[in-house]
């Protein structure tokens, strides 16, 4: 993975699956997941449409939390 640099740490976080409460994604875990994937100084995220709420879910965590992002996307849906 060298297109992302030196300075960023190669393991990322996935979104495929999510701890839920009941039938919704539960924000509240997610956001504390991704506040110690943070914190541990980890920065890449993994999400795709073909994760039903893990788009909606990763943006409610950093709104939540944090007020400085960049977001470098890849679109890669299909036709």
Known sequence: MAYLGDKIKKLGFGLMRLPKDG?????????????????????YFDTAWAYPGSEDAIRQAFVVSHDKLLVISQNKQPD
């Open 23 to 43: 039938d919704k994604i539960d924000i509240t875990q997610v956001k504390d997941m991704v506040d110690c994937f943070l914190e541990a100084g980890f920065t």
